[in-house]
């Protein structure tokens, strides 16, 4: 059984330009949840996404948001990027409402230069 | 709201040695409590939950969690590491009856020296 997948695993952008990172859920998992983590603040919800609704957004500004699609894979896009933004971006699936073990992928390192 | 305080930012110990990793939560309402692992540069993997019924639960690499309500804590231990322990551990709550959302300790980073 694949586990949760996260492309690109490496990304390089420049302050103001924008980025979309994409996550595959484990087969049969309907509901993914994002983080960021950063030496600084540590792992940081920032939202949950469950057949193709958001259920739960974390306190992050406008410039982060995020989708589902049908097949369960969710992208989170990133716009305007500022340097503090650079970090490493975690995307866990789980079965759905009620789950109780939350599979994370490797992850995407974005760097903003 | 919740928050977790994981005590220890580093603990230093030499291989075969026991070792704990202390966490400590607060929550006014009924929560979950999860240990996860994070080797270099990957995501991370769960070590072991505490949903509910007996209060010891363990992994199967030899790590155990004591669930304690009167101390609000969720402490992690191994009577004896190996050097492959070297990984930073993070501590987690969601609330019972909704699990959406994890809030995760700061991290405690566990070197293991041989």
């Known amino acids: 059984k694949a586990g949760v997948t996260q492309t690109p695993r490496y990304l390089i952008k420049t302050r103001g330009q924008q980025v979309t990172l994409s996550c595959s859920p484990i087969s049969g998992h309907r509901s993914v949840s994002w983080y960021q983590q950063t030496p600084g603040q540590g792992l940081q919800f920032l939202f949950e996404?469950?057949?193709?609704?958001?259920?739960n957004k974390g306190n992050f500004p406008g410039r982060f948001s995020g989708r589902q699609f049908s097949n369960s894979r969710s992208e989170m896009n990133v716009s305007t990027l500022e340097l503090g933004d650079s970090a490493l971006y975690l995307c866990?699936?789980?079965?759905?409402?009620?789950?109780?073990?939350?599979?994370f992928g490797q992850g995407t390192r974005l760097t903003v230069v | 709201a919740q928050s977790v305080t994981q005590l220890d930012s580093q603990v230093p110990v030499f291989e075969e040695a026991p070792v704990e990793l202390r966490c400590n939560y607060s929550s006014s309402v009924s929560v979950y409590l999860f240990w996860y692992v994070q080797y270099p540069n990957q995501g991370l993997q769960l070590l072991l939950k505490y949903l509910s019924g007996s209060t010891l639960v363990k992994s199967i690499n030899g790590f155990e969690a004591e669930f304690n309500k009167s101390q609000t804590s969720f402490h992690l231990r191994k009577p004896s590491v190996h050097i492959s322990d070297t990984a930073e551990y993070f501590c987690?709550?969601?609330?019972?009856?909704?699990?959406?959302?994890?809030?995760f300790g700061t991290g405690t980073r566990l070197q293991v020296f041989p």
């Open positions: 987690a709550v969601t609330l019972s009856y909704n699990t959406d959302k994890l809030i």
């Open positions: 996404y469950f057949s193709e609704t958001q259920r």
């Open positions: 866990a699936s789980s079965l759905g409402p009620g789950g109780t073990e939350a599979f």
